[in-house]
């Protein structure tokens, strides 16, 4: 079974740091591409970023240059360095197994854990 369980959320000031964890079981985790999205209440879930086994990741526009998503295969921990934060980055963030770009993510794709509150607030 699948488990995936997201850690270091929390309320910031804009223009601060997170460092967002996943902690992944149960798939090979060196072998496949792992998704952050983030969702708010009332909206859709937006795709953040992905990042491949071989290392490379893609960002949404809006988070390019400001966060860096990176992978420890050896313990099997998928990271999301969020720097700058603003205001609008404030949601729920979810690591998902497969590598998937694009908004409005059904959770019946993947698998999702359990997320991770983020709040940027002055």
């Known amino acids: 079974e699948v488990q995936l369980v997201e850690s270091g959320g929390g309320t910031v000031q804009p223009g601060g740091s997170l460092r967002l964890s996943c902690a992944a079981s149960?798939?090979?985790?060196?072998?496949?591409?792992m998704t952050w999205v983030r969702q708010v209440p009332g909206k859709g879930p937006e795709w953040v970023s992905v990042?491949?086994?071989?290392?490379?990741?893609y960002y949404r526009p809006s988070v390019e240059g400001r966060f860096t998503a990176s992978r420890d295969s050896v313990n099997n921990i998928l990271t999301l360095q969020m720097n700058n934060l603003k205001i609008e980055d404030t949601g729920r963030y979810f690591c998902?197994?497969?590598?998937?770009?694009?908004?409005?993510?059904?959770?019946?794709?993947?698998?999702w854990g359990q997320g991770t509150q983020v709040t940027v607030s002055a």
């Open positions: 990042n491949h086994a071989a290392g490379h990741s």
């Open positions: 149960g798939l090979d985790f060196s072998r496949v591409a």
């Open positions: 998902v197994r497969g590598g998937h770009i694009g908004d409005n993510l059904s959770k019946s794709t993947g698998a």
